[in-house]
Nanobody, 125 residues
Framework: QVQLVESGGGLVQAGGSLRLSCAASGGTFSMYTMAWFRQAPGREREFVAAISARGSSSYYPVSVRGRFSISRDNAENMVYLQMNSLKPEDTAVYFC??????????????????WGQGTQVTVSS
């Protein structure tokens, strides 16, 4: 059983940056693909970024590619999401998620087994 706790959300102006953190505990962190998702009010949960278990590869949807960067520190059981050039449409609750490395780079939220409680990111125009 893996527990995930996100932090780092907040209010930022358009064009600004934020760095989200996710602390993992209770499992072998290096055995999990890690991802970030987001959910805005009235919308479905949306894939934002994923990173492989060893951190050697990552994947982003077109909507955030070139602006967001996911990284992980397996020694510290941490995963990060650096968000630059933020836009008002990036406003959402951001969730950290984990799934067994055996499934590869998964973009479907239903495949993920473990979730954090979320952290609010608000981008003002």
């Amino acid at each position: 059983q893996v527990q995930l706790v996100e932090s780092g959300g907040g209010l930022v102006q358009a064009g600004g940056s934020l760095r989200l953190s996710c602390a993992a505990s209770g499992g072998t962190f290096s055995m999990y693909t890690m991802a970030w998702f987001r959910q805005a009010p009235g919308r479905e949960r949306e894939f934002v970024a994923a990173i492989s278990a060893r951190g050697s590869s990552s994947y982003y949807p077109v909507s955030v590619r070139g602006r967001f960067s996911i990284s992980r520190d397996n020694a510290e059981n941490m995963v990060y999401l650096q968000m630059n050039s933020l836009k008002p449409e990036d406003t959402a609750v951001y969730f950290c998620a984990a799934v067994s490395y055996s499934l590869g780079m998964v973009v479907n939220a239903t495949a993920y087994d473990f979730w954090g409680q979320g952290t609010q990111v608000t981008v003002s125009s």
